[in-house]
Antibody, heavy 120, light 107 residues
Framework: EVQLLESGGGLVQPGGSLRLSCGASGFTFNNCPMGWVRQAPGKGLEWVSS????????YYSDSVKGRFTISRDNSRNTLFLQMNSLRADDTALYYC?????????????WGQGTLVIVSS | EIVLTQSPATLSLSPGERATLSCRASQSVGVSLAWYQQKPGQAPRLLIY???NRATGIPARFSGSGSGTDFSLTISSLDPEDFAFYYC?????????FGGGTNVEIK
């Protein structure tokens, strides 16, 4: 059974930093593209970032480019999102998502999310 | 970036009725489109990928169609558990983008 467990969310002041983690199990982690999708309170889904299985190719939305960094540790089956220069509009539930298949980028399975609140 | 427009924003139907949801893209995405279901307090669930392929474990009452810029998700007979939000996602080009969602609510 695929399991994705996010952690690292919390309350942070504007301009601060957080590092999200997503522990994965139940599949061959280093074969799978992974990513982060967020959802602001009461709003729709917004793609944030994706990374390929080897960790060599990364992609970002314009809204987070230059502030967020996605990475992975395939030896620990863990995905990360380093978030710097946080702003109020980064407040959201952040989901970790696994690709549907090693050759697909569709977000196939999702964790339950970790909440990030940016507020003074 | 490609903009996805979903309609209607809200669909009010009764159990057993047929639901048809629309997703229109600002430029062609071929068949690189997926549909997700999200219930309150839950993570999204993949229903359809590549416009018309059901994901593993998805009931046959869910079907997807379309290509290019116009896509539909049809639920042939609404089950009480189908009342939820539905989102489309294009994966034709970076950045991937979601539609604004359709809320299928009980009439």
């Amino acid at each position: 059974e695929v399991q994705l467990l996010e952690s690292g969310g919390g309350l942070v002041q504007p301009g601060g930093s957080l590092r999200l983690s997503c522990g994965a199990s139940g599949f061959t982690f280093n074969n799978c593209p992974m990513g982060w999708v967020r959802q602001a309170p009461g709003k729709g889904l917004e793609w944030v970032s994706s990374i390929n299985g080897a960790g060599t190719n990364t992609y970002y939305s314009d809204s987070v480019k230059g502030r967020f960094t996605i990475s992975r540790d395939n030896s620990r089956n863990t995905l990360f999102l380093q978030m710097n220069s946080l702003r109020a509009d980064d407040t959201a539930l952040y989901y970790c998502a696994k690709s549907r298949h090693s050759n697909s980028w569709y977000e196939g399975e999702w964790g339950q999310g970790t909440l990030v609140i940016v507020s003074s | 970036e490609i903009v996805l427009t979903q309609s209607p924003a809200t669909l009010s139907l009764s159990p057993g009725e047929r639901a048809t949801l629309s997703c229109r893209a600002s430029q062609s995405v071929g068949v690189s489109l997926a549909w997700y279901q999200q219930k309150p307090g839950q993570a999204p669930r993949l229903l359809i990928y590549d416009a018309s392929n059901r994901a593993t474990g998805i009931p046959a009452r869910f079907s997807g169609s379309g290509s290019g810029t116009d896509f539909s998700l049809t639920i042939s007979s609404l089950d009480p558990e189908d009342f939820a939000f539905y989102y489309c996602l294009q994966r034709k080009s970076w950045p991937p983008t979601f539609g604004g969602g359709t809320n299928v609510e009980i009439k």
